[in-house]
């Protein structure tokens, strides 16, 4: 697959509910981090982690909300592994009908049809709303840091 056909896989199978397949988009050793996190950017480096992280996120999300990926445009790069997809979901919140929308830009690198990295760029906090999740985030946010770790 090229890495359109893969993050398109990718797109879709977090819509469609499809988490089980998504790990398999991944080499067995990646990295992907969500640098824009209100949570923290807590790296994936490998696809069980992935697996780990698609099957307890993936139906906390899909639980209180419904989207498709909307407006996607891939761009190619100088780098023939590496794409940048700028695209929205756009849903539903199920308890009340109330449309929304969160905008997203990955920058994946794919080789041998696997993601071996990817930077996930997305709008955390219209999803938090969207779930209803607003509250939870406070309460995280209000939390001490935990002490930065040596490098």
Known sequence: MTPEEVFLKLVHGVADRDFAILPELYAEQTDVRHPMSPYGDHP????????????????RVTEVVQFQPDNIRVHETADPEVVVAEFEYAGTVLATGDPFRVPAVFVLRVRDGLIVESRDYIDHLAMIRARGQVEELITHLREPAPAPTAS
């Open 44 to 59: 994936l480096l490998s696809r069980a982690a992935l697996a780990e992280h698609f099957g307890v996120n993936g139906p």
